[in-house]
């Protein structure tokens, strides 16, 4: 059984919406890097259970994809609280991505919500 979950254009907003850390893996079977940061990812998600980790299939979910401004894969989005606070592309070695989910769980999210309603607000 895998740790993470499929991500598609019917269960994407919900997944964002009702976790309070999402980490998403935009990928594609063809991708060579992707490929490579797969067992990562799926690494990490066994060993952080607490979070949601899903997967986008860009072949398949090319409206998402499109839509979430997806230009280069494997690309990494991280949301808290419903907030995308990480977005980048390429693949993570194990420690970096160890790293960022730590950092990400540290935010100050009170801090990180007034930050987005000052940016809404301008």
Excluded: Y
Excluded at 48 to 54: L, R, S
């Amino acid at each position: 059984m895998t740790a993470t979950m499929e991500l598609n254009a019917e269960n994407f907003n919900e997944t964002i919406e009702q976790h309070d850390i999402v980490l998403v893996d935009w990928w594609a079977e063809w991708c060579g890097p992707c490929r490579m940061f797969g067992p990562i990812f799926e690494a990490a998600a066994t060993k952080h259970p607490d979070m949601v980790f899903g997967k986008v299939d860009t072949e398949a979910q090319q409206g998402l994809s499109a839509a979430a401004n997806i230009r280069s894969i494997p690309n990494l989005m991280v949301f808290r609280e419903g907030v995308l606070v990480f977005n980048q592309p390429g693949a993570l070695p194990a420690h970096a991505l160890d790293d960022l989910i730590t950092q990400v769980k540290a935010l100050d999210m009170t801090e990180v919500h007034r930050q987005v309603a000052a940016r809404q607000q301008s």
